[in-house]
């Protein structure tokens, strides 16, 4: 396996060659950041332990602190995986847009953020401890230790996030062609 920690498509920021992923084991979940290769595997983990019904999210930018928030509730492990098959490649590389996976009996949720980290919010989090522990991230107890791609922001690494377009879509794309199987946007 190439440990060299990848960079999403957009996500821009400059690295040291020896950067690593990380996934922090917190009192209720765990926190991370992981290279883009491992994403997918982290939400494939998370979705083949979460507890059925599920709930797919996106938090798509509307101007430069706000963000709109829609949901595709109740769903089956199936869907989610559908969803992930479809839209995967467009969630993981795109750069501006946040998304995540939850259970609607638990409350558990995986949550990706800006520059590639992550929160897995759980009650139990040793449900999902094996499965994350596989990915081949460093794991650790010490946040101290670990370096996340949002710790190398500065005024000297500013860093940018930016829309990414795959197959003539962008995440942008995702209400509209969810809006028949049910997703809508919060009321927040």
Do not use: W
């Not at 709930?55 to 829609?70: G, Q, S």
């Not at 795109?94 to 995986?110: A, M, P």
């Amino acid at each position: 396996m190439d440990n060299k920690f990848q960079l999403c498509q957009g996500v821009d920021v400059d690295i040291p060659s020896d950067l690593g992923s990380y996934i922090v084991k917190e009192p209720e979940g765990f926190t991370g950041s992981l290279s883009a290769e491992l994403i997918p595997k982290a939400v494939n983990a998370f979705l083949e332990a979460v507890p059925e019904p599920v709930f797919f999210f996106i938090e798509l930018p509307e101007d430069v602190d706000d963000y709109a928030l829609y949901y595709l509730d109740n769903c089956t492990r199936e869907v989610a995986f559908a969803v992930m098959k479809r839209f995967g490649d467009l969630l993981v590389q795109d750069g501006v847009s946040r998304f995540g996976f939850g259970s609607n009996k638990t409350g558990d949720e995986l949550y990706f953020k800006d520059y590639q980290e992550f929160m897995l919010y759980s009650q139990k989090p040793a449900l999902y401890h094996t499965a994350l522990s596989e990915l081949g991230a460093v794991m650790t107890d010490d946040r101290e230790k670990a370096v996340f791609l949002g710790d190398l922001i500065s005024k000297k690494n500013e860093g940018t996030l930016t829309a990414v377009e795959l197959n003539g879509e962008t995440v942008f794309d995702i209400p509209e062609a969810l809006e028949n199987a049910g997703m809508y946007r919060s009321a927040e």
